[in-house]
């Protein structure tokens, strides 16, 4: 049965803009070849990380949506082991595929600066 996932992994923060765009079309091919259809892939922050992984300290993180059938899912993550670059993944299954959050301010930091947060 085909679902929707979506995965968010981390390379390293060192990396070039150029590695991280060819981090994005290798996870696309990984997706492609097992029959899934990628629906968005995107960078999506730059951020220290709370502990060192593999030694590094900052992490690049992407995330993206697709669909694909569930048997081909373990192989799926096999294959994401074997990536050098990626440092961490976290895959879950989305119920229906949202938009990610605009990049720049968050919702968090629009909240925190509202008129109704002020004291007068």
């Known amino acids: ?14 990396v070039s ?4 765009a060819a981090s ?3 996870i696309k091919t990984l997706i492609t070849a ?26 690049a993180y992407f995330i993206a ?6 048997k081909q899912v373990p192989d799926f993550e096999r294959a994401l082991l074997t990536e ?10 989305a119920e229906e595929v949202q938009p990610s959050e605009p ?3 968050t919702k968090e930091a629009a909240v925190a600066g509202s008129p109704s947060d002020r004291s007068s």
């Open 24 to 26: 994005i079309e290798r």
């Open 34 to 59: 097992r029959g899934g259809q990628a629906l968005s892939a995107e960078f999506w922050a730059r951020r220290t990380l709370a502990f060192a992984i593999k030694g590094n300290k900052e992490g």
């Open 84 to 93: 050098q670059t990626v440092i961490r993944h976290m895959l879950v299954k």
């Open 65 to 70: 949506r697709f669909s694909m059938d569930g």
């Open 103 to 105: 990049k720049g301010e």
């Open 1 to 14: 049965m085909v679902r929707n996932y979506e995965l968010l992994w981390i390379i390293p923060g060192s």
């Open 17 to 20: 803009e150029g590695d991280g």
